[in-house]
């Protein structure tokens, strides 16, 4: 019971912390507007972003990781309906499905390209992807024992 609390805490405040990273993300781009040196950076950051992991190699690769990751869940998810049909399992894995398709998004299409905050926007998002990921594996373990 103590541990089934734990989980549950862990997992609510890992949520709290992926809406909060979204939302820092958002004030950062709406700073630029006001503050010039805020501006000066992420255009400086973009530049050295493009030319290591949001060059159009790194996108293509980026876009196959995401797919290959996609595919997966959806297997998964569908394990978990079959055979499992816990609630919290199913949330999780649709909400990781959710945020896979958002990063897609994020990553192909030119209106998020054109923000000054975008490399901070696709690391911020993989953070999330990645808090995601470790909420299923709370809520798998939680099984187990």
């Not at 004030?27 to 501006?39: D, E, G, R």
């Not at 159009?56 to 499992?84: A, C, H, M, P, W």
């Amino acid at each position: 019971m103590v541990k089934r609390s734990i989980k549950s805490s862990i997992i609510i405040i890992n949520h709290i912390l992926q809406f909060s990273i979204l939302i820092g993300l958002s004030y950062l781009q709406s700073l630029t507007n006001t503050k010039a040196l805020v501006m000066r950076h992420l255009y400086q950051r973009n530049l050295d972003f493009e030319s290591h992991f949001l060059s159009d190699f790194g996108l293509i690769v980026q876009n196959i990781f995401l797919f290959i990751l996609l595919v997966s869940v959806v297997f998964y998810l569908r394990k978990v309906i079959e055979k499992d049909r816990r609630y919290i399992k199913i949330i999780e894995s649709i909400l990781f499905i959710i945020l896979i398709i958002i990063m897609l998004g994020v990553i192909n299409l030119d209106f998020f390209k054109n923000l000054l905050v975008y490399g901070y926007l696709i690391l911020g998002l993989y953070l999330v992807i990645l808090i995601q990921s470790m909420n299923i594996k709370i809520v798998s373990k939680e099984q187990k024992e």
